[in-house]
Structures are given as C-alpha cells and as structure tokens.
C-alpha cells in the first residue's frame, strides 16, 4: 500500500467507524432506555458478550492477525490461482470448525452460562432467559467469522469501506429490535436475539460483491493439510489468546460482576461503550489499516518502512488517545446523565456508570497502543511474544481485581468500580510489556523527536483539563435530556477546541502527522 494511500485508508475505516460508533450510541441509549439496567438487560449483556467475545478473540483478533500477514505473502509471491485455493480451504476450515461450535454451544446453553455468569445460577428466570438469549445470539459468532475472513480478504487488497460499514447494520438491527419487534414477544428481550443473529448473516452478505470483484468469491473447501491453512491454524492457536486479552479481561469482569449486586454488568457495559467509543474511532481503525502494510514491509524485508508506520501509528494514537482518556474520566457523570438519564435508566445508574468510566478512562491509552503494538508482532509471524505477555495480563488483571475490590470494599464504595480499575491496570501492563519487547529487540522505539511530542500532547490536555473542570459546576444536571445533550456538546467542542489550539502553540504542527 503507498504511504498516501495509508492515511486515506484510515481517513475512511474511521469514518465509517465513526457512523457505526454514533448509531452504537443510539443503540444503547435506546436499550437502556427502553429495557433499563439489571433484570433482564444484565441477561441479554452476558448472552450477547460470549459470542461477542469469541468473535473478538477468533474472528476480529487471532484469527485475522494470523490470516492477514499469510495472505499478504501469497500475494507477493503466488499467482491468483494459488490465492483463490488459499482462500478456498481457509474458508473451508474455518466454516467446518465454527459450525461445530455453534452446535455444541446451543445444545450445552445452560452449563455455558453457568460458567460466564455463575451469579445467576441463584435467579431461575433470569438464569433461563439468560439460556435461551445465548442460543439465539450464538450463530453470530458464525457469520461474523465469516464477515471478519471476507474483511481480512478485502482489507489486504486496499478495500476498506464495506467491511469498515458492516458494524452499522448491527446497530440497526438492534435499534429496530428494541423499537419494533421487542413489545410482539411476551419476553420483550427476546427480540434482541433474533435481532443479533440477523444482523451478523447481513454483515456477512454485503461482503460478497467485492470479494466477486477481486475474483475471490470461491466455493469453500475443508482441507486441514493445506500449506497455508497449517502455517495459519500454527499462527492462529496462541494469538488466541495473545491478540484479545484486553476482551478476556472484560469477560472475567463480567464473571466477577454477576456475583455482585444487580446492575452491576449493565454499568460495566454503558461504560465499556463510552470507553471504546476513542478506541474504536482511531484505535481499532488505525490497527486495521496497518496489519496489512506491516505484512507487505515485512515481506519485503523493508526494516524501514516497517518502523516508520508504527511511529506513524504511534503519532495518531497518542494524539487522540491521551486528551480522550482526560476527557472522559473528567465528563464522566456529566457524559452518562446526558446520554443515558432517561425512561428505565436512573440517576442512580448513571452515577454508578460513571465511577465504572472514571474507572476505565484511563487505559484507553493503553488499550489503543495494544491496538499498533501487537501487529507489529504478528506482521512478523511472532505469536509467541503476545501469547506470554497476554498471560501475564491476565494474571496481573486477576490479582488487581482482587486488590481493587479489596481496597473499594473497605472505603465502602461500589465494587464494580474495582473491576474497571483492574482492567485499566491489566491494560498498561499489556502495553507496556509489548513495548519492551518491541524496543528490546530493536524492532521499534519512541525517538529523540517523541519527547518534544509527548511534552505538547501533554501541555495541551492539561489545558483542556482545566478547561472542562471550570465549566463541570455549570452542567445542568437537573434539566431536560436535551439541555443535558447540548451543555454536553458544548463542553466537548470547547475542549476541543482549547487542545488543538494549546497544542498548536506549542508549536505541534498537523505535517508531523504524515505518514514516513
């Protein structure tokens, strides 16, 4: 990929990324609305997040990471026909072993639940809506993989925009299931069900031309001793766990919060969205963009090239990534009030949002970096270096949980806050150990120019800051949503405003943004 097509590239997943975040919020803000938070709502979250999860650990995180830099070589050195059989038998596999999974997960729904969700094992209707939630909700896990494998196909070829647009159907579909279809069930949740599985086979379909385009729509075939199917199943096994710790993470907080009091997951998940929303826009964009150029510098043996777009990478994440994770630890009460303060979603839950958000406001940075950091390994066929760091993560996620909500209990304060607290912890630790590694073995490291960079990011946040804790006492709390909504909007554009205008005083300059 040129270098000026890899900002333009990013320009386009961003925003379509951020099209798909806006309706993500109007989701939520609709099924908080209409469903409240607890009760039900908690059993939808924790159906929904165990294929949600396996679609981040499998689809969107290993197994793209060990597809993309696979497929990247065949292009370099195959002809088209040897790509159309890679393709073939790599869709083959991954159809054969998913549908298998799907399978079993629906049959074995109660004992899955049990062990994601073991808080619920004590609340029968609950626990039975809980069940039957994730039956409907775990053929997602299916299309989606199979989305996430067209994408990687497309991605690696320079086409961005479809499957940087297929998010927004799930949005849709949701939004239309809470809306529409919820009040014709006698269990309304249910409806989100069916709209969950719908809307991953749509994801899967407005794929299909494109790949018909690129002469890549080929019939699938299973063929597990394909060269290329090995080299990746050998790629893909530990990146299981190295590329998503961030979301096995989040998973035992969801664990953790089924054993506290009710409320607690769907606090967690109104933060989590508001954390992500950053992460999403820029993180998860500029991760997607730079798989595929690492993978094509990396087999060209272009040394060069290949560190010059992680410090690229770099300077975008930490532009973004430093005031965003300011922003939301100071806004965010202010942020859950005027979003989410309305129909079954109390005062009290929005408080309780926004300790879980101040919580977690502030590995945002750290979870972005994971987002440059890790493929940097992965261009370069290493999974064994996340795998280790993943499973200190993990560990180090475990001990903070125990620690936080140690320390949380004994100020009597919510112990969901702890949770959150964990992850940002676990986060840091995941960076910064990527980092290590990268600079320990001169693969990438932040140079003589980063320090004058970190300096005015960090003169420039401290002055929106500033800024944004004047004008807190004047958020009008008690009025209606849509005076909440604009104070909110004002306040963001005002600190958006003073960081890009400190920033540039500082003498940051927008043409240190270019990519080489």
């Given at each position: ?7 333009r ?17 109007l989701?939520?803000?609709?099924l ?23 679609r ?35 869709s ?44 409907l ?21 320079g ?19 809470a809306?529409i ?5 006698d ?27 690129q ?17 990746i ?9 190295g ?9 035992l ?5 089924s054993?506290?009091?009710?409320g607690?997951?769907s ?16 993180g ?31 300077r ?11 922003a939301l ?46 493929p ?17 993560s ?24 702890g ?39 960090i ?12 004008m ?16 909110l ?28």
């Open positions: 990929m040129a270098k000026s097509r890899l900002f590239s990013t320009m386009v997943v961003s925003s379509m990324t951020m099209l798909s975040r806006v309706l993500g919020l989701r939520d803000v609709v908080l609305s209409v469903f409240g938070a607890g009760g039900l709502m908690d059993a939808f979250l924790v159906a929904f997040k165990i294929p949600n999860f396996l981040r650990l499998f689809a969107e995180g290993a197994f793209s990471q060990a597809f993309v830099p696979v497929l990247s070589e065949y292009k370099e050195k195959y002809s088209l026909q040897q790509v159309q059989i890679l393709v073939s038998r790599t083959g596999a991954l159809l054969l072993v998913l549908s298998m999974l799907t399978v079993v997960v629906i049959l074995i729904a109660p004992w899955v639940v049990t062990l994601f969700a073991p808080g619920f094992a004590d609340q029968p209707d609950k626990f039975a809506v809980t069940a039957e939630l994730l039956r909700t775990f053929p997602y896990l299916l299309f989606i993989s199979m989305t996430a494998f067209a994408s990687g196909i497309l991605q690696s070829y086409r961005f925009a479809a499957p940087a647009f297929a998010p927004v159907l799930l949005n849709l579909c949701m939004i239309g299931g809306l279809f919820a009040p014709m069930f269990t309304p949740i249910m409806a989100l069900g069916y709209a969950v599985a719908i809307a991953g086979l749509l994801q899967f379909l407005i794929q299909l031309p494109q790949l018909w385009q002469k890549l729509l080929v019939a699938p075939k299973v063929d597990f001793g394909h060269e290329g199917v090995q080299r199943l050998k790629l893909m096994l530990p990146a299981i766990f590329v998503s710790v961030t979301q096995i993470n989040l998973l907080n969801t664990v953790f919060a054993l506290m009091i009710g607690s997951v606090w967690l998940y109104a933060a989590e969205r508001m954390s992500e929303l950053p992460l999403g826009l820029i998860v964009a500029i991760g997607t963009v730079i798989l595929p150029s690492l993978s094509k510098s990396e087999a060209q043996k272009d040394d060069v090239s290949f560190k010059k777009t992680i410090d690229w990478a770099a975008l994440i930490i532009l973004v990534g430093v005031p965003a994770s300011a630890f100071v806004l965010s009460d202010v942020l859950m009030q005027a979003l989410f303060l309305r129909g079954e979603f109390s005062l009290r839950d929005a408080q309780m949002s926004g300790l879980a958000l101040r919580s977690m406001a502030g590995g945002i940075l750290g979870f972005m970096l994971i987002k440059i950091f890790a940097a390994f992965f261009a370069r066929q290493d999974t064994k270096t996340p795998v280790k760091i993943g499973i200190v993990v560990f180090a996620n475990m001990v903070f949980s125990v620690v936080f909500i140690g320390i949380f209990y004994l100020a009597e304060m919510p112990l969901h806050g949770l959150a607290l964990a992850t940002t912890g676990a986060a840091f630790v995941n960076a910064g150990l990527l980092y290590y590694f990268l600079y320990k073995r001169e693969i990438f490291r932040f140079g003589s120019h980063w320090k004058k960079l970190f300096a005015q990011f003169i420039a946040t401290s002055a929106m800051v500033a800024v944004l804790y004047v807190l006492p004047y958020f009008p709390t008690a009025d209606a949503q849509w005076r909440r909504m604009v104070a909007l004002i306040m963001c554009a005002v600190g958006a405003l003073v960081y890009g205008v400190v920033l540039l005083a500082t003498g940051f300059r927008p043409r240190q943004l270019r990519h080489g």
